[in-house]
């Protein structure tokens, strides 16, 4: 196989709504996700902060957002979280600003390249173009790489003496998330090993990162890469995805291909919900209409209070070393698998 084949299957969708497209990302600005109890925002009051990075040795521009409990009591576990093709840094903002509520930095980059500017100002009938086009092998390796200089930019900051987020930030509690193309930047922070021709492997892992939640996630097509691509993982995961979750730019991938780097992931601490009925547009956080090409949006709200709790106390577990929060992952009976029921198959090992 080719690297460049490999990496070419990495594209998240366009939806058509009322005539235009609209891309699956994230919307602060959008009401946050009717919620139980256990989902709504925790005791912190968050702030926002924009960030214009720039890597002289890449030449490079990384814009990004981040959301940061105002007051409280530091350092804070920090996440960095990546978007999906076609995204921004204001994408995901319910995602952010709940983790932040919940004592935890949340650092919003945006990939130049695969961001939004692979679909602004293009023709409607040139808009699945764009997105492929954008889906490159160039993309993708930039993507890892923009992940571990907001991390270097971190530890910068972290150290400054004049920075409101100076010393707010614990950078040995650092955690990994993303959606689609950001999953697959994701898995590629936490280890993933891509083979190129002549045997041999390239990795983009950062041991920096900690733990790891890949949403939407898709393995390579060629089955004998997704036996190694996986092996030297070995930080927790949580991956989520749903029966619906698949793509009209991925042509001939189905949604159980998700399961995939779940299912090939070794060791233990690893977790898999599948929503039933799920899409590929329930982890955007964005609003749509009653009706969408991929599913029934009805249950957005539904899915997405479950995804705040889970993911929440995903972090709570492996970033703040909890052990109920690690038990209740795990518990047969009051813990998240009594939680999701019938709105999600979940598995963990």
Same mark, same amino acid.
């Given at each position: ?6 990496a070419?299957?990495l594209?998240?969708p366009?939806?058509i709504?009322f ?5 699956? &990302? $994230?919307?602060?600005?959008?009401a946050?996700p009717?919620?139980? %109890?256990? +989902?709504?925002p =925790? ?12 890597d ?10 981040i959301?940061y409990?105002?007051s409280?009591?530091?350092?804070f ?10 995204g921004?840094r204001?994408g995901?903002?319910?995602l952010?600003?709940?983790w932040?509520?919940?004592?935890y ?21 040139d ?17 890892p790489k ?7 930019q ?19 509690? &650092? $955690?990994m ?8 930047? %994701?898995? +590629?922070i936490? =280890? ?6 002549g045997g041999r ?7 920096r990162?900690k ?6 996630p ?5 089955v004998a890469?997704?036996?190694i ?12 995805t749903?029966?619906l979750?698949?793509s ?7 949604a159980?291909?998700?399961l ?7 060791g233990?601490?690893?977790y898999?919900?599948?929503f039933?009925?799920g ?7 964005r ?5 969408d090409?991929?599913g029934d ?8 209070s479950l ?13 703040k070393?909890?052990a109920?929060?690690?038990a209740?992952?795990?518990a047969?009976?009051?813990?998240l ?13």
């Open positions: 196989m080719t690297f460049r084949n490999y070419l299957t594209v998240l366009v939806t709504l005539g235009r497209p609209e891309i699956v &990302v $994230g919307d602060e600005s959008a946050p009717t919620a139980e %109890t256990s +989902a709504k =925790g005791p912190y009051a968050v702030a926002t902060r924009l960030v214009d990075w720039f002289e040795s890449r030449d490079r521009k990384v814009p990004a957002k959301y409990p105002e409280g009591e530091g350092p576990p920090v996440i960095v979280f990546s978007h999906g093709l076609g921004s204001e995901y903002g319910y952010g600003r709940h932040a509520s919940q004592g930095v949340s650092v919003h980059p945006q990939h130049l390249g695969s961001d939004d500017t692979a679909w602004r100002g293009v023709a409607l009938r808009v699945m173009a764009t997105m492929q086009k954008a889906a490159n092998v160039e993309n993708f390796i930039a993507r923009d992940v571990s200089f907001v991390i270097d971190l530890e910068k900051l972290n150290a400054a003496e004049d920075d409101p987020l100076a010393g707010n930030l614990d950078l040995k509690r &650092v $955690g998330a993303g959606h689609s193309f950001g999953a697959r930047t %994701t898995m +590629a936490a =280890g993933e090993i891509y083979a190129l021709p492997e390239i990795s983009f892992g950062d041991a990162v733990a790891a939640i890949a949403m939407s898709m393995p390579s097509q060629i890469q997704q036996e691509a996986y092996q030297r993982i070995t930080i927790p995961t949580m991956h989520l749903g029966t979750d698949t009209p730019i991925e042509k001939g991938r189905t159980a291909e998700r995939v780097p779940y299912e090939k992931t070794p233990e601490h690893h898999l919900i599948n039933q009925g899409d590929h547009m329930i982890f955007s956080g609003p749509r209409g009653l009706r090409i991929l949006p009805s249950k957005d709200a539904a899915f997405q995804i705040l709790q889970a993911t929440t106390a995903f972090w709570d577990a492996w970033l070393d909890s109920e929060s690690r209740w992952l795990t047969e009976s009051g813990g698998k009594e939680r999701l029921g019938d709105e999600a198959d979940y598995r963990w090992k």
